[in-house]
């Protein structure tokens, strides 16, 4: 079967997810509102194939790249899909772990994997990170402990109305940050107001906020995956001492009273940076998502 690819368009919205509920490794790079809300500035199509029931999906921009399939992996033909629709010498990127295994156990010496260490997605203990208990998270408490003491604060979630206000300091903090270190900026700004000009319509989104004398301070926007929490976005004024630490915890404290079978959070990847992924070891991960560059000869 010859895969038809598409442009990923919101209409598309309920079809995916239920794919994307399927899949046994559910990666953030995977999920409708970061492939929906990228789309503009790295060209994302999935391809339907009802014969298999698989969502396959590609990034066209600055060029293409092969990603991996959603849906249910556990079949015995990869072999005959891949070389149907890829050739006899594909290449994948962003190939989570879970799936990469099953690969190799069909595929055995005709396949070979590199590492993608700054794409691994952080796993934690929601519970931990909502409670910040015991010694391991003395440093962070005392930091939302001074926060508290300093601001007379308040947590609220993201609904459509308070959507604007957000863009508004979403906006804000991009002209605030405009010229710094921060890499694609700009383009991530383009996907966060995507996803918040159409909060009503994508579903599973969560979000907070933190307010200080009215005034927004710190957000995030995350989203339900089944029994666990993505956080995919989370912006703070620097000015506001801890704003990071304050809105991660209130996020989660809230989500597990309103969720309580929550047990994972997913903070996603570092990138590479060494600053956020020092961040990242900070909160003591139990586990990553790992992915990998994967070359395929079927040929050898």
Not at 52 to 74: D, E, V
Request: hydrophobic share 40%; charged share 25%; proline share 4%.
């Amino acid at each position: 079967m010859h895969l038809d690819f598409k442009d990923i368009a919101l209409k598309d919205v309920n079809a995916f997810m239920a794919h994307w509920e399927l899949t046994e490794q559910r990666s953030s790079d995977y999920c409708f509102p970061i492939l929906w809300g990228w789309a503009l500035d790295y060209g994302y199509q999935a391809a339907t194939d009802p014969s298999t029931g698989l969502f396959w999906i590609r990034q066209t921009k600055p060029n293409i790249y092969n990603i991996a399939p959603i849906g249910s992996w556990q079949r015995d033909n990869w072999e005959e899909l891949i070389r149907e629709n890829y050739g006899d010498s594909p290449e994948f990127w962003l190939v989570p772990e879970k799936l990469l295994d099953i690969w190799k156990k069909q595929f055995g010496g005709k396949i070979s994997a590199e590492e993608d260490r700054g794409n691994w997605e952080y796993i934690y203990n929601i519970k931990d990170l909502a409670e910040l208990a015991g010694g391991k998270y003395v440093k962070k408490r005392n930091r939302v402990n001074q926060f508290r003491r300093r601001y007379d604060y308040v947590y609220e979630p993201i609904t459509p109305d308070l959507v604007p206000a957000v863009i508004e300091f979403q906006q804000q903090w991009v002209e605030e940050n405009a010229g710094s270190y921060l890499p694609g900026i700009e383009q991530e700004s383009n996907c966060i107001m995507r996803i918040l000009n159409s909060w009503g319509d994508v579903p599973h989104l969560r979000g907070g906020v933190i307010k200080v004398a009215d005034r927004i301070v710190a957000y995030t926007i995350g989203e339900l995956a089944v029994d666990d929490i993505l956080v995919h976005f989370e912006k703070a004024c620097l000015e506001y001492n801890a704003g990071f630490q304050v809105i991660n915890k209130e996020f989660l404290t809230h989500m597990l009273e309103d969720h309580p079978e929550l047990r994972i959070v997913n903070r996603e990847e570092d990138l590479n940076d060494l600053g956020l992924r020092e961040s990242k070891m900070s909160y003591l991960p139990i586990g990553f998502i790992k992915k990998y560059h994967v070359r395929i000869n079927f040929q050898q």
